[in-house]
Antibody, heavy 120, light 112 residues
Framework: EMQLLESGGGLVKPGGSLKLSCAGS????????IHWVRQAPGKGLEWVCY????????SYADSVKGRFTISRDYAKNSLYLQMNSLRAEDTAVYYC?????????????WGQGTLVTVSS | DIVMTQSPLSLPVTPGEPASISCRSS???????????LDWYLQKPGQSPQLLIY???DRAPGVPDRFSGSGSGTDFTLKISRVEAEDVGVYYC?????????FGQGTKLELK
C-alpha cells in the first residue's frame, strides 16, 4: 500500500521554528514530486510548497515565502519542511502529498497530516 | 493566482438522489495539450483528502462510477448519480495548471 507519513508537528511559540518530515512507503518516493498542503482548523485546503523529484524546481506560496524551506534527503527517502518565524496563522494540519505524473499531476496520495499549533 | 469558486457551499441530499457541485476558475484551465487541469477531491469527516477526478473528467483508480466530472475552460461540474452515506464530506476542486495550485472553498455534502 502506498503511504505517506508526516511527523514533527507540535506546539510552538510565535516566532519559533519547527521541522516537519515526510516519509513514503510502498512506492519509489524519490521519483515523485511532493507537495505540502495545509488546512487551518475548520478551514479549507491551502497549497504551501512543492519540490520536484530532482529538486530542480521548488516553489512556495506567498504566505510562507522566505520563512519556510522544503528539502529532500534521498538516502533517507524523506522530505522536510523547515518552518521559521512561525505565526499564529500558520496553525494548521500539514499534509504531505504525492503528485502523480501518470494522472497528469493529480495529487493521489495524501499523508494523515501533522498538526502545527503556533500559540503563546 | 487562479481563483477557484465553488457552489453551493452546503449541499443537503437525500440518499439515492443525485447531487451536483459547480466549480469555476478565474482563468481557463485548458492547456495547449487539450486537457483541463482540474481535479476533484473528497475529504471525509476526520480523514485526509482523497482524489476523485483528474483532468476534469477522468475518475481516479478505485473511484465508483457514480462519480463523474465534466466541463472545460472555466466551468466544471462534479456529479454524483445516486448519493450514498459514504459520500458525506467536503468536496474540493483544485486547479493544477499553474503554481500555486489553488483550491475552491469546499462544498459540504450532508444527508437529509
Amino acid at each position: 500500500e502506498m503511504q505517506l507519513l508526516e511527523s514533527g508537528g507540535g506546539l510552538v511559540k510565535p516566532g519559533g521554528s519547527l521541522k516537519l518530515s515526510c516519509a513514503g512507503s510502498g512506492f519509489t518516493f524519490n521519483s515523485y514530486t511532493i507537495h505540502w498542503v495545509r488546512q487551518a482548523p475548520g478551514k479549507g485546503l491551502e497549497w504551501v510548497c512543492y519540490m520536484t523529484s530532482s529538486s530542480s524546481s521548488i516553489s512556495y506560496a506567498d504566505s510562507v515565502k522566505g520563512r519556510f524551506t522544503i528539502s529532500r534527503d534521498y538516502a533517507k527517502n524523506s522530505l522536510y519542511l523547515q518552518m521559521n518565524s512561525l505565526r499564529a496563522e500558520d496553525t494548521a494540519v500539514y499534509y504531505c502529498v504525492r503528485e502523480n505524473p501518470v494522472l497528469y499531476g493529480a495529487k493521489d496520495v495524501w499523508g494523515q497530516g501533522t498538526l502545527v499549533t503556533v500559540s503563546s | 493566482d487562479i481563483v477557484m469558486t465553488q457552489s453551493p457551499l452546503s449541499l443537503p441530499v437525500t440518499p439515492g438522489e443525485p447531487a451536483s457541485i459547480s466549480c469555476r476558475s478565474s482563468q481557463s484551465l485548458l492547456y495547449s495539450n487539450g486537457y483541463n487541469y482540474l481535479d476533484w477531491y473528497l475529504q471525509k469527516p476526520g480523514q485526509s483528502p482523497q482524489l476523485l477526478i483528474y483532468l476534469g473528467s477522468d475518475r481516479a483508480p478505485g473511484v465508483p462510477d457514480r462519480f463523474s466530472g465534466s466541463g472545460s475552460g472555466t466551468d466544471f461540474t462534479l456529479k454524483i448519480s445516486r448519493v450514498e452515506a459514504e459520500d458525506v464530506g467536503v468536496y474540493y476542486c483544485m486547479q493544477s495548471l499553474q503554481i500555486p495550485g489553488t483550491f475552491g472553498q469546499g462544498t459540504k455534502l450532508e444527508l437529509k
